[in-house]
């Protein structure tokens, strides 16, 4: 693989969701110092700026150019979450990694959304498909629970809370805003117990070894009837073949943004249940959404370059 010529260190500019404007790599040169600014447009491009990359913004091509990114001194993803991104040679380099959890709120509005699409039955309005035109609306929620009580959940519950639901919060420490919950649960106690009383359940939380397919067959069989699931974090928290048999038999919908772990076959079957949306990666996306990443990256940059404590450190 042909290398660049310039010697020089470079910012390697590769988003997934939209190229950068001119604004924002006119920002990037000026604050960039010495460094090049290079946009990777494709898996070649990437390579190519590899080895001379210091700083790495986005992740499209992560995996591919680790192996000879020498100089890599950090990483800044565009995602809230980083389970993906821990491969082995991220390690063997080991930059600084940090995270972009700035769209909690608008997902916190979308995983809304959903739950209340289902609950009116208005995803069904005006389909030909008679089976999704003939679902009905359920009652009104009464309580939630979200499960994973971050940058997401907190904003999901302080707007559940004012809208009159109870909301029950679930994560590994126990502790969060107690003005968006009004019951708060670690992971450790038997929250379980709890589902059976839920018309709403909020998947919030990252895919670890812990939260690996914990929404089981078991806690899925504790739903009440009628009882609504919206994932907005991970799809490997769920287990697929459990929720999928459970949808058929109609006793409970689901909102789903994330299908992760998912095979096609499921996905299809998912995709095709009336009583599923599946919004496909979404819960993000807003009108001002390219600006406002744009400008918290660069205002990283400029942290990174003076020495100050980057945002949201991961390592």
Known sequence: MPRDE??????????????????????????????????ADSEHRA??????????????????????????????????????LLVPDLFIRSPILTRCPI?????????????????RGLHGVGRPDESVREVQPTELPQTAMIFGMGEIGQPLGRLL???????????????????CFNTILRVEDPWEEFVQQVDLLFICCPATTETHKII?????????DSAILVNVGRGQVIDYEAIIAHLKDGRISAGLDVLDGATEEEIKCLQALPNVICSQKT?????????????????????????????????
């Open 47 to 84: 390579m190519q700026t590899a080895s001379r990359a210091e700083i790495i913004l986005g992740h499209r091509y992560l995996w591919q150019v680790l192996p000879t990114a020498q100089r890599l001194a950090w990483v800044q993803s565009s995602a809230g979450g980083i389970d993906h």
């Open 283 to 315: 819960a993000s996306f807003h009108p001002s959404r390219q600006e406002r990443f744009e400008r918290f990256v660069e205002s990283q940059v400029e942290r990174f370059v003076v020495q100050q404590p980057l945002l949201h450190r991961v390592h």
């Open 216 to 224: 089981s067959a078991n806690v899925l069989d504790h739903l009440s």
């Open 103 to 119: 769209f909690g709120e608008v997902i916190a509005w979308h995983a809304l959304a959903l739950a209340l699409t289902l609950s």
């Open 161 to 179: 809370v004012g809208m009159g639901v109870r909301v029950i919060g679930v994560n590994r420490s126990g502790i969060a805003d107690p003005g």
């Open 6 to 39: 310039s010697n020089k260190s470079a910012i390697l500019v590769m988003y997934s969701t939209a190229p950068p404007t001119t604004r924002h790599l006119q920002r990037l040169v000026e604050i960039g110092g010495h460094r090049d600014v290079v946009v």
